[in-house]
C-alpha cells in the first residue's frame, strides 16, 4: 500500500518500553528526513534472556489522518548482525548479547530505527513454572475448559482452568502417573512433550512443534528437574494492549502487542503468550499471534488480550468511509444538530458521523404507533386509537401518545411481566398459585405508581416478613439457594456474570472466588420460618460471613471491587447490600438499567448480551451509556423519564427501512432494527385480528397473555415461540429465533385453524356484515393487523380475491390468515 501524499507521514516502531511508559524514542518523519524526538530521555530498551521476545509494531500517518499498520510491509533489518532475528511479523527474539539497531523501512523509503540491549543470553536462566510453563498451558489451550481444565480433566490427567492454581498443576505434572508425565533422564521422552507434538497419541491433536519457543521452555524446565518458583512468586499485576484504540478500514490488519506489568515493577512483552478473542468475529478475527483482521461490517468491535487472569482490550473503529470526517464534531455530536437535542440523538449522531454513516429517515405515523405501542403495552393498537392517531394533526402527537400508553394499566401489566419472568415468579406445583399472584400484583403496581428503580431493588433485596405482609420476599422464596441469589442480584442489577467465580477466578473479568464469598455473606443471616402454609423470613441475629472456598477462612461482605463493610451483628447487611447496590457512585448499577431498556427499545443492546457488562464486551457506543446512565442517576432512577428519552429520541422515531450506505450497519442504530414479536404478545395480536380469544386455566375470561402472573400455563403456542421458563434470571431463556415449528404452527395447525374458524371470528362476522362495504372492512382488517391503511396494491389484490365471495367465511379466513403470517405483522418495525 503507498500513501496517497507521501510528503506527509509517520513511520514508527513501538516496542516494550513505549507500552511500558519506560522512555522509548518517538519517531517521526518528514518527507526523506528522520527525526528522533526523544522526550522521555532514553534511547534504548532491554531485552533479557534468552527466553525474551519482543513484538514490534510499525505504524504509518497518512495524510488523510489515518494510521495504519505496516508491520507486515517493511523490511527489518539489525545492525550488527548476529545479536537479535527478526521474523516478517517483527518478533524479535535475542540471539548474543550487545547492542543493536532496529530498522524498518519501507518501498518507498520510509525508515524508522530504535535502539535495543541485549543481555543474558550466555547464562543459564531457571524457568519460572507459574510464569512461564503455566502461561503456555493456557495459551495452547491445555487447561482450558473443554480440555484437561474441565472439573474432571481428560483422559485422567487435569489441570486447573486456565492455571489459576499453579501449585497443584505442578504436584500432577510432577507426581502423578508415576512420574510419567515427565522425565529428567530423557526430556524429549516425556508424555507431556510428546503429546504435545502429537509425537504419541493425543486427542488435542498437536498443539505445538519441536522448533517453537513453548517446546524449548517446556523442554528446559523439565531437564532443570521440573522446580517449583521458590521465594516470592512474581504475579502479573496488570496487562496493556497497543494500541488500545484504532480507526481501520475494512479488510485491512492490525498488529497487537500486549505488556504485562508485574509485581515488582518489572515488565515483560506477553503478546506471543496471551490469549485473544473477538467479541464480533463477523466484524473482526484475531489470530493466535495477536494480529486482527477486519472484516467488511462497519461499527466498533473490541478483541480481547487474556494473560494470568488479566485482560485488557482493543477497541477498532470500522467506518463506512475511511476518510476522517471533514468537519470537527461539536459537542453534542453533530455539528448542525443544536444543544436542545436529547443524549440520545446527540451520541448516536455523533457515532453514525465518526463512521460515516447517514440515518434512516423517520417512519410514518402508522408506524410509529404500532411500535411503540407494542413496547409499551405487549399489545397492538385498537382501531379506535389508529383511527385517532392517524387523524391528529398535532405536532408532539407522539410524545402524547407515549404519555397515554405509560399511564395506561397495560403498560403496568406489560412490564409487570417482563420482570416477573426474569424474577424467576415461577410456580412450584401444577396450579396457579397464591404466591404467584401477590408477586405479580406487586410488581404491576410498582410499575403502575413508577415506583424509582432503586427503590423497587431496594425492597427486593431487604425483604422480610411474609408474603401476604411483603409480596416482595417471594423472590427470597424462588432463590432459595444462597448462590443463586448472588449470581441473580450481579446479573440483573449489575450486569455482571459471576457465576464461574463460584469455583474459579472468572476467565473473562478481574472477579475471583474471594469476591464471590464476599457477596454471599450479605445473606448469610437469612433465615426462613414456616408455619404451616406461611413462610417469614427474618434476619439473624449473628455477625454476617463467609468461607472463602480455598483457604477455609471467614470473609466479610463486600460488593464488586468495593470494600469491606463493617456490620453490627444485630443489623441486616442486606441493607448495607442494597445501599451499595443502588448507589449513584456504583459503576454498574445505571448501566445495567439502561442497556437492559435500550435492548427491550431498539431491539439491540449497548452491549451484547444485555446483562453481560464485561470490560472485554465493551458498549457500542460508550459515551452514550455513559449519557444515558447519567440521566437516569439524576432522574431519581426514574423509569418512566428513562423511556420517554428513547421513545422521543429520532433513533427510535427512525424508519426500520435500510438505506444502501447503512444496510451494514448492525451495531452503531442508524436505523430501527425490526425484532420478532415476544410469545405471548404474538398469541395476543393473533387473538386480536381473529377475534377469537385464548383461555388460560384458572383465569378470568378475555385475559391476555402478556398478563399472565407467571410462566406456568398450559400453552404450546408460546411454547413453543419461545417463552422462558423463569429458570434463570437471563433474559436468554427467550428465544426470538425462528424455527419450522412456528412455520408450521402458524401456517396449518389445529389452534390456527380453530381460531381462523371460530363461528364468533372476525371471519364469521365480516360475512355476516352486509351493511358495510367490503372494501371499509378490508381497511378495517388492516388497521387491526398492521395499524395502517392497505395500499393502493394489496386493496385491489383482495378486492379481485374476495370478488362475490364477500359474504362467504372461507376467503375472509384466508385474508386473516395471509395477514398473520406476513413478516410486516410478526415483527415489531
Known amino acids: 500500500m503507498t500513501p496517497t501524499n507521501p510528503q506527509s507521514f509517520q513511520l514508527a516502531i513501538r516496542a516494550l518500553a513505549l507500552l511500558a511508559m519506560l522512555c522509548l524514542p518517538a519517531l517521526h518523519c518528514v518527507a526523506d528526513t528522520l527525526q528522533i524526538d526523544n522526550t522521555e530521555g532514553a534511547a534504548a530498551t532491554e531485552l533479557v534472556g534468552t527466553d525474551a521476545r519482543l513484538q514490534l509494531i510499525v505504524s504509518r500517518s497518512e495524510s488523510n489522518g489515518l494510521t495504519t499498520d505496516w508491520t507486515r510491509q517493511v523490511t527489518f533489518t539489525a545492525s550488527p548482525d548476529g545479536l537479535v532475528s527478526i521474523d516478517p511479523s517483527g518478533l524479535v527474539t535475542p540471539l548474543a548479547d550487545g547492542t543493536v539497531n532496529l530498522s524498518a523501512t519501507s518501498d518507498d523509503g520510509a525508515n524508522a ?11 543459564a536462566q531457571p524457568v519460572s513454572f507459574c510464569g512461564q510453563v503455566v502461561p503456555i498451558f493456557t495459551k495452547l489451550g491445555c487447561n482450558g475448559g473443554g480440555c484437561h481444565g474441565k472439573i474432571a480433566g481428560q483422559n485422567g490427567f487435569r489441570l486447573s482452568l486456565l492455571g489459576f492454581e499453579p501449585g497443584e498443576d505442578h504436584k500432577r505434572l510432577v507426581a502423578e502417573s508415576r512420574g510419567r508425565r515427565v522425565s529428567l533422564a530423557s526430556p524429549d521422552r516425556s508424555l507431556l512433550l510428546m503429546k504435545t507434538i502429537n509425537a504419541m497419541p493425543h486427542g488435542g491433536g498437536a498443539r505445538t512443534d519441536r522448533d517453537s519457543h513453548e517446546y524449548r521452555v517446556l523442554r528446559r524446565w523439565i531437564s532443570q528437574g521440573m522446580p517449583y518458583d521458590q521465594g516470592e512468586i512474581r504475579t502479573v499485576s496488570s496487562i496493556r494492549c497497543y494500541p488500545q484504540v484504532r480507526r481501520m478500514a475494512g479488510g485491512s490488519e492490525q498488529q497487537l502487542s500486549v505488556i504485562a506489568t508485574y509485581s515488582d515493577g518489572s515488565v515483560e512483552d506477553v503478546t506471543r503468550a496471551a490469549v485473544y478473542e473477538s467479541n464480533d468475529t463477523q466484524m473482526a478475527e484475531v489470530s493466535a499471534t495477536g494480529l486482527v483482521q477486519t472484516g467488511q461490517l462497519v461499527g466498533d468491535v473490541a478483541v480481547m488480550a487474556r494473560y494470568q487472569g488479566h485482560v485488557t482490550v482493543f477497541r477498532a473503529e470500522i467506518p463506512l468511509r475511511i476518510e476522517m470526517p471533514s468537519e470537527s464534531i461539536a459537542a453534542d455530536g453533530d455539528p448542525a444538530a443544536p444543544e436542545s437535542v436529547n443524549v440520545v440523538d446527540r451520541f448516536v449522531r455523533k457515532k453514525l458521523h465518526s463512521l460515516g454513516i447517514p440515518a434512516s429517515p423517520p417512519c410514518d405515523d402508522a408506524t410509529y404507533l404500532r411500535r411503540v405501542t407494542l413496547d409499551l403495552t405487549g399489545r397492538l393498537p385498537t382501531l379506535d386509537e389508529t383511527n385517532t392517531f392517524l387523524a391528529d394533526d398535532a405536532a408532539d402527537k407522539r410524545a402524547q401518545t407515549v404519555e397515554r400508553l405509560l399511564a395506561s394499566d397495560d403498560y403496568a401489566s406489560f412490564f409487570a411481566r417482563k420482570w416477573g419472568v426474569i424474577l424467576r415468579n415461577r410456580r412450584t406445583g401444577g396450579s396457579l398459585q397464591v404466591s404467584n399472584m401477590l408477586f405479580h400484583h406487586w410488581l404491576k403496581e410498582s410499575f403502575r405508581d413508577n415506583k424509582p428503580y432503586d427503590q423497587l431493588v431496594d425492597e427486593l433485596l431487604t425483604a422480610s416478613g411474609s408474603l401476604f405482609s411483603n409480596p416482595a420476599t417471594a423472590w427470597l422464596s424462588q432463590v432459595t439457594d444462597q448462590n443463586e441469589r448472588v449470581e441473580d442480584i450481579s446479573q440483573l442489577f449489575l450486569g455482571q456474570r459471576i457465576q464461574c467465580a463460584r469455583c474459579h477466578h472468572h476467565p473473562y473479568e478481574k472477579w475471583s472466588q474471594e469476591d464471590y464469598a464476599r457477596m454471599s455473606a450479605f445473606f448469610s443471616t437469612i433465615s426462613k420460618k414456616t408455619q404451616g402454609t406461611d413462610v417469614t423470613f427474618v434476619t439473624r441475629i449473628a455477625a454476617p460471613s463467609a468461607k472463602h472456598p480455598k483457604t477455609g477462612q471467614n470473609v466479610s461482605p463486600a ?10 451483628a444485630a443489623t441486616d447487611p442486606r441493607g448495607d447490600l442494597s445501599d451499595w447496590v443502588t448507589s449513584p457512585e456504583n459503576p454498574f448499577f445505571a448501566k445495567a438499567l439502561v442497556n437492559r431498556y435500550w435492548k427491550h427499545f431498539l431491539g439491540r443492546g449497548l452491549v451484547e448480551p444485555e446483562d453481560d457488562m464485561r470490560v472485554t464486551n465493551p458498549p457500542s457506543n ?37 438505506l444502501a450506505d447503512n444496510v451494514i ?15 405471548e404478545t404474538l398469541l395476543d395480536s393473533i387473538d386480536v385480528v381473529t377475534g377469537a380469544s385464548t383461555a388460560f386455566a384458572g383465569m378470568p375470561a378475555g385475559t391476555r397473555a402478556v398478563e399472565l402472573p407467571d410462566t406456568g400455563f398450559n400453552s404450546y403456542f408460546l411454547s413453543v415461540f419461545g417463552q422462558p421458563d423463569s429458570k434463570t434470571a437471563c433474559e436468554c431463556e427467550r428465544s426470538s429465533e425462528a424455527n419450522l415449528a412456528q412455520s408450521l404452527h402458524l401456517l396449518n395447525s389445529e389452534e390456527m385453524q380453530k381460531k381462523l374458524t371460530h363461528d364468533q371470528g372476525r371471519a364469521a362476522a365480516f360475512a355476516a356484515d352486509t351493511s358495510r362495504p367490503i372494501e371499509a372492512k378490508i381497511r378495517e382488517l388492516y388497521k387491526l393487523a398492521l395499524s395502517r391503511e392497505p395500499n393502493d396494491g394489496e386493496l385491489k389484490s383482495t378486492l379481485s380475491y374476495l370478488g362475490e365471495r364477500e359474504n362467504q367465511k372461507e376467503p375472509w379466513e384466508d385474508l386473516i390468515w395471509a395477514l398473520v403470517n406476513s413478516k410486516e405483522f410478526l415483527f415489531n418495525h
Do not use: W
Not at 645 to 652: K, N, P, R, T
Not at 672 to 677: A, E, G, I, N, T
Open 622 to 658: 460508550p459515551e452514550l451509556m455513559d449519557a444515558l446512565a447519567a440521566s437516569f442517576v439524576e432522574s431519581n432512577y426514574d423509569l418512566k423519564a428513562l423511556i420517554r428519552l428513547i421513545c422521543h429520541s429520532d433513533v427510535y422515531n427512525a424508519s426500520s427501512d435500510a
Open 559 to 568: 460488593g464488586l471491587d468495593a470494600e469491606a463493610i463493617q456490620t453490627d
Open 665 to 679: 450497519d448492525r451495531r452503531s442504530h442508524s436505523r430501527y432494527y425490526p425484532k420478532r414479536l415476544q410469545a
Open 113 to 123: 530505527t530504535v535502539t535495543l540491549v541485549v543481555s543474558g543470553t550466555g547464562q
